[in-house]
C-alpha cells in the first residue's frame, strides 16, 4: 500500500471564494503533496458520491500533470481491504470503524486528523473512540503536541466515564496518536528582489517603513484579538519614531467585525499606517508576503491548533513574532527564526460553565470560543521588546528570516512531511497484517446503531422467510413486467445478477409447487440468503405466496 483511499468532498479540499477556512488550505496543500509523490500510482477518492470522482481527478490534476485516480464507493468495503486503508480529513475515525465491522475490524487501517477541537461536533468525534470498534492499527494524526494532549485529555476523562458507568477496568484500544505537523509548500513563497521591490511599491510601503503583516482570518473572537498587535506597534512607532505599516490580509465574517478591526486600528495604533487587504484573493496574498518586513501573529483562541501561517511565513524568509501558544510553540523555534510571546490563561473551574452553556444550547459556538478568549492574554511587554528589536535591526531580520527558510526546508515542507503519513500508513499496515487475526476474533459484524433492519425490527412480522419455507406461483398473479413498470414498486425492482435470477426461480417454482426455500438456493446453486432477498420482492409484487398465504 502506497496511500490509502482518501476520503473526498469537494469542500475539505478547496479554497473557497467568501471564505479560506486553515483546514482547506491544509486539504489542498496535503492534496497537493500526494499528486506531486503518486508517480504511477492511482490515488484512490472515497466517498458516497461517484460524482465526485470529476472534481478528485481536477484538484490531483491542478498539481499534476497524468495523475492517475478511482474511486471507491463508500459501501465498498471489499475494495478498502484491497487498498489497504482509508484517510479521512477530520477526527471521523468511529462511525468509519463501524461501517468496517461488515467486512471485520482488521479488514483495512482508519486514519484521520485532528484540525479545530473545541467544536462540540469534533469533540463529540474524539470522546467517541473510546466506545467505537477502532483498533491499534487505526490511528488519528494530531497537528501538534498541544492538541495531543488535548486530545489525550478528551479521551481519559471518556474513559473515566466508562469506568464509572460500566465498571470497567481497562480502558478500550486506542487508535494511535502519532504527531505529524502539517506542511508548507516551500517553493511557493520564494520571491525574487525584483518581486520584492514590485510588491512594496504597489502597496505604495516606502524604503525606510517596516512593514509587519498579519495574514489569516479576521476575527477577534475566533481567531486573534488585534488590541496587543495595535498597542505594540503604537508603543514602538511612538518610542523609536521610526515608520511602521501594519498590513492586515485576510477576510471578516461581516460588517460589524470589520468595523471593530478598523475602529480599533485607529483607536488603538493611529501612529502606524495601516493597509487592509481583501486574503480570499492569491495575489493580494502573494504581494503581502513578497512586501513584508516581518510576520506577526498572535493568537489566543482556543480554536487554534496548528497555525499554517508562520511557516507561511518562514518559507517566505519572513522573521516571526508569534504567541507561545498551541502548535505555533512547536514550529517557532524562539530566537531562531524570531521570536514567541508568552501568554496567560486561567485554570478550571474558570470557564467550565461556559461548556455547560454551550452543551445546552445557552450560548452560541461563537460566544462559547469568544468568552474563553476574554480570558487570554498576550504578554505585552516581551511584544514590545520583540518588536522594538526587529525594527531597529535590518540585519537581526535578515538572519532571522534565513534561519526560518532553513527550518521549513528540512522539517515542514510537504516534500519532507507527506514521508511522515506515508511511514505511518506503512507502520500500520504491518500491525495490522501481524496481530489483526487476533485482535479481531470474535468481533461483532455490526455497530449497535447498525443492525440491519430485518434484525433490529425481527418482532414486528407475523412469520419469517426461511429456509424451510414452502414457496408456490400465486395464481392468477398480475404480469411481472406490468408491476416492475409500476412507479409504485420503484424501489422493489431487481438489478443486475439479482434479475438474471427471476427467470430461474420462477421457472423452478412452477415445475416444483411447494419447494422450500433452502432446496430452490440449492437446485439453482444460490445461497439461501440471495434466494431470500429475491423472493421476498416477488412476494411483495404478488407474484410468489408462501404455504398458507
Aim: aromatic content about 8%; hydrophobic content about 45%; charged content about 20%.
Amino acid at each position: 500500500m502506497k496511500f490509502p483511499a482518501l476520503r473526498y468532498e469537494a469542500e475539505a479540499f478547496q479554497l473557497g471564494k467568501e471564505r479560506i477556512m486553515g483546514r482547506q488550505s491544509a486539504g489542498d496543500a496535503f492534496l497537493r503533496a500526494i499528486a506531486m509523490v503518486a508517480g504511477d500510482d492511482v490515488v484512490h477518492g472515497y466517498g458516497p458520491n461517484p460524482a465526485s470522482l470529476a472534481s478528485f481527478t481536477e484538484s490531483l490534476g491542478r498539481h499534476a500533470a497524468g495523475i492517475r485516480a478511482d474511486w471507491v464507493q463508500i459501501s465498498d468495503m471489499a475494495r478498502l481491504a484491497q487498498i489497504g486503508g482509508v484517510h479521512f480529513p477530520d477526527p471521523s475515525l468511529g462511525q468509519a470503524a463501524r461501517a468496517r465491522l461488515a467486512a471485520g475490524p482488521a479488514a483495512y487501517s482508519i486514519t484521520g486528523i485532528t484540525h479545530t477541537i473545541s467544536s462540540q461536533n469534533a469533540m463529540g468525534m474524539l470522546a467517541d473512540l473510546p466506545v467505537a470498534p477502532v483498533m491499534p492499527w487505526d490511528a488519528l494524526i494530531c497537528t501538534s503536541g498541544a492538541v495531543k494532549s488535548s486530545t489525550v485529555r478528551i479521551l481519559e476523562a471518556q474513559e473515566e466515564y466508562l469506568s464509572w458507568r460500566m465498571g470497567l477496568h481497562a480502558p478500550p484500544p486506542r487508535p494511535a496518536l502519532p504527531v505529524i505537523p502539517l506542511g508548507v509548500h516551500g517553493t511557493d513563497f520564494v520571491f525574487s528582489a525584483q518581486e520584492r521591490a514590485a510588491a512594496r511599491s504597489g502597496l505604495g510601503l516606502g524604503a525606510q517603513e517596516t512593514a509587519f503583516l498579519f495574514l489569516g482570518r479576521l476575527s477577534f473572537h475566533a481567531k486573534a484579538h488585534p488590541f496587543a498587535m495595535y498597542v505594540a506597534l503604537e508603543a514602538v512607532a511612538r518610542k523609536t519614531g521610526q515608520p511602521i505599516v501594519l498590513i492586515q490580509c485576510g477576510w471578516f465574517a461581516n460588517t460589524f467585525i470589520e468595523d471593530a478591526f478598523k475602529q480599533g486600528a485607529a483607536t488603538w495604533a493611529p501612529s502606524v499606517r495601516h493597509v487592509w487587504l481583501d486574503g480570499r484573493k492569491a495575489d493580494l496574498r502573494a504581494s503581502a508576503w513578497a512586501a513584508s518586513d516581518v510576520f506577526l501573529s498572535l493568537p489566543d483562541n482556543i480554536q487554534e491548533t496548528f497555525g499554517l501561517t508562520p511557516l507561511e511565513a518562514m518559507a517566505a524568509g519572513l522573521p516571526v513574532i508569534v504567541t507561545d501558544w498551541d502548535g505555533y510553540r512547536e514550529t517557532v523555534p524562539d530566537g531562531e527564526v524570531g521570536f514567541r510571546i508568552p501568554t496567560t490563561a486561567p485554570q478550571s473551574p474558570v470557564g467550565d460553565d461556559y461548556a455547560v452553556h454551550h452543551a445546552v444550547g445557552t450560548q452560541t459556538y461563537d460566544q462559547y470560543i469568544g468568552l474563553a478568549a476574554s480570558h487570554i492574554s498576550v504578554d505585552l511587554a516581551a511584544l514590545e521588546e520583540a518588536v522594538t528589536r526587529l525594527v531597529l535591526d535590518e540585519g537581526l531580520r535578515h538572519s532571522l528570516g534565513a534561519a526560518g527558510r532553513r527550518v521549513v526546508a528540512s522539517r515542514f515542507d510537504w516534500s519532507v512531511v507527506i514521508r511522515s503519513y506515508h511511514d505511518l500508513w506503512v507502520e500500520l499496515a504491518a500491525m495490522r497484517h501481524a496481530a489483526g487475526v487476533a485482535l479481531g476474533a470474535g468481533a461483532p459484524r455490526t455497530a449497535a446503531d447498525r443492525l440491519g433492519p430485518f434484525d433490529l425490527f425481527a418482532n414486528y412480522p407475523t412469520t419469517h422467510l426461511g429456509e424451510a419455507t414452502a414457496l408456490y406461483l400465486r395464481p392468477s398473479g398480475p404480469d411481472l413486467a406490468r408491476v416492475l413498470a409500476d412507479p409504485l414498486f420503484a424501489l422493489s425492482r431487481l438489478d443486475g445478477a439479482d434479475a438474471l435470477l427471476v427467470g430461474p426461480l420462477l421457472k423452478a417454482l412452477g415445475e416444483r409447487p411447494g419447494i422450500q426455500m433452502g432446496a430452490l438456493g440449492r437446485a439453482l446453486g444460490v445461497a439461501t440468503e440471495k434466494v431470500v432477498f429475491i423472493i421476498s420482492r416477488l412476494i411483495k409484487m404478488g407474484i410468489v405466496m408462501v404455504a398458507g398465504a
